[in-house]
């Protein structure tokens, strides 16, 4: 399966089962209608009622009752503590006779009730669920390096001491790696679309989610140029020095790459650079089980009305679903040389440019399931608290490379075999060419935690912040695809490890 039809059909599993979710939770609504919200302050702790301040404490509202149906007992807790009783439904409701009816347990479907009984500070409370939810963030994501490699090298003759003598040798100075050029984030789109599928019988309150999380893309670069041009003969000091004729001496650059010294334009060149691209995107299906917080209270206000308010206090969600991850990379080494050669013997003097181009690039599509838990603490209108998700994944993983080398008959410190269009390695003349492919399907993981905030502005609206730390495992790298042997095999890296970091922040409508 190629990688177009294999991404269309993990989008297309993703909206089928999108499209196929059931709403078969129920939910229960309370006869009760809200109280019309005052602007009078609460009592503050204390015994003004005692003190006789105010004259008498009315009564919290009650449900309205049947014709017939008896009273019944109520012993009022002290205010800012009322709790329900046996004789008090979960939304704070009366029951008669103090027994749930058997009409109170199956309601209309989520979609035909109207919101509430809801918190009249905030809109929201214990019993007050959105039927749909939109959140859409801007997200920047920074990412962490592929591993740490030499790709470009300065060489140099410095002494060495042998154990008797000090002697030249050939030195290899790194000037750059995988992880050179400085790594910024990237801005990204989220976006959260959420519905509510009802209350369960344990009473928790289930909603379906569909997450996406992208767009994010890097480009990177970073180049070494050479210090130096020395002028060799025939030797053993330099790679492939001793393939220089005698009565010849050649000039080059000093620098050198991770690939072979018989591949021209990559060594002996008076410029390197490389390149790296990466983009990222996610898909997240998931199922959210959320028990149902504390109970909201009724709090009486100086002008003796009753309102009712939801409790500070904490409360959680679980998660479990489908997600599919991908990471495309690209990462390319580019090489420059200016070879002069002079035959001491014949008496000319010759000068040739070589050059060297490297691609590769790779595709990692992660596909499995995840679970998750939010633990969150609301204090009015602000709301904070932290996440965790992990799962375990599929990685089908794609890379494919290509390798041009010109100009290897013309520097005689490179392995003319791979450059003459007579021998077994290329059909163009001064020109070595070489691609590779691979892929591999193998087990990966992603692991999360993140920091929440929001805050609420007003009764279906709601700006949401947060802090995501994401490592994922099993990944091929394109930087880590480099192999230095000349003619050797396709093979896939995909032990590549990488850390993502992001600031999202952006506002949920709810309605």
Same mark, same amino acid.
């Given at each position: 399966?190629?990688?177009?039809?294999?991404?269309?059909?993990?989008?297309?599993?993703?909206?089928?089962?999108?499209?196929?979710?059931?709403?078969?939770?129920?939910?229960?609504?309370?006869?009760?209608?809200?109280?019309?919200?005052?602007?009078?302050?609460?009592?503050?702790?204390?015994?003004?009622?005692?003190?006789?301040?105010?004259?008498?404490?009315?009564?919290?509202?009650?449900?309205?009752?049947?014709?017939?149906?008896?009273?019944?007992?109520?012993?009022?807790?002290?205010?800012?503590?009322?709790?329900?009783?046996?004789?008090?439904?979960?939304?704070?409701?009366?029951?008669?006779?103090?027994?749930?009816?058997?009409?109170?347990?199956?309601?209309?479907?989520?979609?035909?009730?109207?919101?509430?009984?809801?918190?009249?500070?905030?809109?929201?409370?214990?019993?007050?669920?959105?039927?749909?939810?939109?959140?859409?963030?801007?997200?920047?994501?920074?990412?962490?390096?592929?591993?740490?490699?030499?790709?470009?090298?300065?060489?140099?003759?410095?002494?060495?001491?042998?154990?008797?003598?000090?002697?030249?040798?050939?030195?290899?100075?790194?000037?750059?790696?995988?992880?050179?050029?400085?790594?910024?984030?990237?801005?990204?789109?989220?976006?959260?679309?959420?519905?509510?599928?009802?209350?369960?019988?344990?009473?928790?309150?289930?909603?379906?989610?569909?997450?996406?999380?992208?767009? %994010?893309?890097?480009?990177?670069?970073?180049?070494?140029?050479?210090?130096?041009?020395?002028?060799?003969?025939?030797?053993?000091?330099?790679?492939?020095?001793?393939?220089?004729?005698?009565?010849?001496?050649?000039?080059?650059?000093?620098?050198?790459?991770?690939?072979?010294?018989?591949?021209?334009?990559?060594?002996?060149?008076?410029?390197?650079?490389?390149?790296?691209?990466?983009?990222?995107? %996610?898909?997240?299906? %998931?199922?959210?089980?959320?028990?149902?917080?504390?109970?909201?209270?009724?709090?009486?206000?100086?002008?003796?009305?009753?309102?009712?308010?939801?409790?500070?206090?904490?409360?959680?969600?679980?998660?479990?679903?489908?997600?599919?991850?991908?990471?495309?990379?690209?990462?390319?080494?580019?090489?420059?040389?200016?070879?002069?050669?002079?035959?001491?013997?014949?008496?000319?003097?010759?000068?040739?440019?070589?050059?060297?181009?490297?691609?590769?690039?790779?595709?990692?599509?992660?596909?499995?399931?995840?679970?998750?838990?939010?633990?969150?603490?609301?204090?009015?209108?602000?709301?904070?608290?932290?996440?965790?998700?992990?799962?375990?994944?599929?990685?089908?993983?794609?890379?494919?490379?290509?390798?041009?080398?010109?100009?290897?008959?013309?520097?005689?410190?490179?392995?003319?075999?791979?450059?003459?269009?007579?021998?077994?390695?290329?059909?163009?003349?001064?020109?070595?060419?070489?691609?590779?492919?691979?892929?591999?399907?193998?087990?990966?993981?992603?692991?999360?935690?993140?920091?929440?905030?929001?805050?609420?502005?007003?009764?279906?609206?709601?700006?949401?912040?947060?802090?995501?730390?994401?490592?994922?495992?099993?990944?091929?790298?394109?930087? %880590?695809?480099?192999?230095?042997?000349?003619?050797?095999?396709?093979?896939?890296?995909?032990?590549?490890?990488?850390?993502?970091?992001?600031?999202?922040?952006?506002?949920?409508?709810?309605?």
């Amino acid at each position: 399966m190629d990688l177009a039809m294999r991404r269309t059909t993990i989008c297309l599993a993703i909206v089928a089962l999108l499209l196929g979710v059931p709403v078969s939770a129920q939910e229960y609504v309370p006869s009760n209608p809200a109280s019309p919200t005052l602007p009078a302050e609460p009592l503050p702790a204390g015994g003004e009622a005692a003190a006789g301040q105010i004259p008498a404490t009315p009564e919290p509202p009650r449900a309205a009752q049947a014709p017939g149906d008896p009273v019944p007992h109520q012993q009022w807790q002290p205010l800012e503590q009322v709790a329900p009783g046996p004789d008090v439904t979960a939304s704070g409701e009366i029951v008669p006779h103090g027994a749930m009816q058997p009409e109170m347990m199956f309601g209309p479907m989520p979609d035909e009730y109207p919101r509430g009984p809801c918190c009249e500070k905030t809109g929201r409370g214990y019993c007050c669920p959105p039927n749909w939810y939109l959140d859409q963030r801007v997200r920047a994501m920074y990412h962490s390096r592929a591993k740490w490699g030499v790709t470009g090298i300065y060489g140099t003759i410095g002494q060495a001491f042998d154990g008797t003598q000090f002697v030249d040798r050939f030195f290899r100075v790194p000037g750059m790696t995988t992880r050179s050029g400085g790594a910024e984030p990237a801005a990204g789109y989220e976006v959260t679309l959420g519905h509510y599928l009802g209350r369960d019988a344990e009473n928790r309150d289930q909603f379906v989610e569909f997450t996406f999380y992208g767009m %994010n893309e890097w480009d990177e670069d970073y180049a070494l140029y050479r210090t130096e041009r020395p002028t060799v003969s025939n030797g053993d000091l330099w790679p492939n020095q001793e393939q220089i004729a005698n009565f010849e001496q050649v000039t080059f650059g000093n620098l050198f790459s991770r690939f072979d010294a018989d591949l021209a334009g990559f060594n002996r060149a008076d410029d390197l650079e490389q390149r790296y691209t990466s983009r990222f995107d %996610n898909f997240e299906l %998931n199922l959210r089980v959320r028990p149902r917080a504390r109970t909201d209270r009724m709090v009486m206000y100086q002008n003796g009305r009753w309102r009712r308010e939801a409790q500070n206090g904490p409360s959680c969600s679980f998660l479990a679903g489908l997600r599919a991850l991908s990471l495309d990379e690209g990462y390319s080494l580019s090489g420059r040389g200016i070879i002069r050669t002079q035959d001491l013997v014949n008496d000319t003097d010759t000068t040739a440019v070589t050059r060297g181009d490297y691609s590769v690039r790779t595709y990692n599509d992660l596909v499995g399931l995840q679970v998750g838990l939010d633990m969150l603490w609301r204090q009015g209108f602000a709301e904070f608290g932290v996440r965790v998700k992990g799962g375990a994944f599929v990685n089908f993983a794609d890379m494919n490379s290509s390798l041009i080398s010109t100009g290897g008959l013309d520097d005689p410190m490179a392995n003319a075999e791979l450059y003459d269009a007579s021998g077994p390695y290329t059909s163009v003349n001064n020109q070595y060419t070489e691609s590779r492919a691979a892929s591999i399907r193998d087990v990966a993981g992603v692991a999360e935690f993140g920091l929440t905030a929001a805050y609420q502005l007003r009764t279906n609206i709601v700006v949401r912040a947060a802090y995501d730390l994401m490592w994922v495992n099993g990944l091929a790298q394109a930087p %880590n695809q480099v192999s230095s042997q000349v003619g050797g095999p396709g093979r896939i890296n995909n032990d590549g490890l990488q850390l993502f970091q992001s600031l999202s922040l952006g506002l949920e409508v709810d309605w």
